[in-house]
């Protein structure tokens, strides 16, 4: 069974950059899509960007400060979200799409999700 | 606000049937296909609806999907007090190109 986990630092300053990474067991990361994805305290769902490959998207509100990356060696892939602010203290999940080399937004598998928060 | 539309809140008694309806456009809901999840904050969110009405393996089937032009929906039936926690419509949008998420309903057993 395919299985994500997230870590990365629980605290960030702000203007400081938020690096996040995906760890991937019971599969390989190769053929998929790999997100990530936000919620703020008390708010919905947010989708910030995926990466498959070295293809990369991201949601145009963040794009000017997010980038993702794989590697493969590891079966990770890692999330960089600079210039924080307190607007961007949320949970943290990644997430994979159920079919490989597919997108739709059917995201089959999750990580627990971690909280960032930007505070000094 | 979310480009997709749901209502902040829905609520039903044990054994009722509640739907969940996502609004959304041509972009989105019109041209391609709606996923539902079940999300207890905190948690893993669960895909629970892909493709519009297709249920992932272990899924009851009291949870049913539809989708008619530009909205969709998302009924229960037989409610059940663990259905109790938030639902959200999630599908891709051709002007953003990418994904995009309803706003998310929170649904009450009484």
């Known amino acids: 069974q395919v299985q994500l986990q997230e870590s990365g630092p629980g605290l960030v300053r702000p203007s400081e950059t938020l690096s996040l990474t995906c760890t991937v067991s019971g599969g390989s990361i190769s053929d998929y899509y790999w997100s990530w994805i936000r919620q703020p305290p008390g708010k919905g769902l947010e989708w910030i960007g995926y990466i498959s490959y070295s293809v990369t998207n991201y949601n145009p509100s963040l794009k000017s400060r997010v980038t993702t990356s794989v590697d493969t060696s590891k079966n990770q892939f890692s999330l960089r979200l600079n210039s924080v602010t307190a607007a961007d203290t949320a949970v943290y999940y990644c997430a994979r799409e159920r079919v490989d080399g597919y997108i739709d937004v059917s995201l089959a598998f999750w990580g627990q999700g971690t909280l960032v928060t930007v505070s000094s | 606000q979310s480009v997709l539309t749901q209502p902040p809140s829905a609520s039903g008694t044990p054994g009722q049937r509640v739907t969940i309806s996502c609004s959304g456009s041509?972009?989105?809901?019109?041209?391609?296909?709606v996923n539902w999840y079940q999300h207890l904050p905190g948690t893993a969110p669960k895909l629970l609806i892909y493709s519009n009405d297709q249920r992932p393996s272990g899924v009851p089937d009291r949870f049913s999907g539809s989708k008619s032009g530009t909205s969709a929906s998302l009924a229960i039936s037989g409610l059940q007090s663990e259905d109790e926690t938030d639902y959200y419509c999630a599908v891709w949008d051709d002007s953003l190109n990418g994904p995009v998420f309803g706003g998310g309903t929170k649904l009450t057993v009484l």
């Open positions: 041509s972009s989105n809901i019109g041209s391609n296909t």
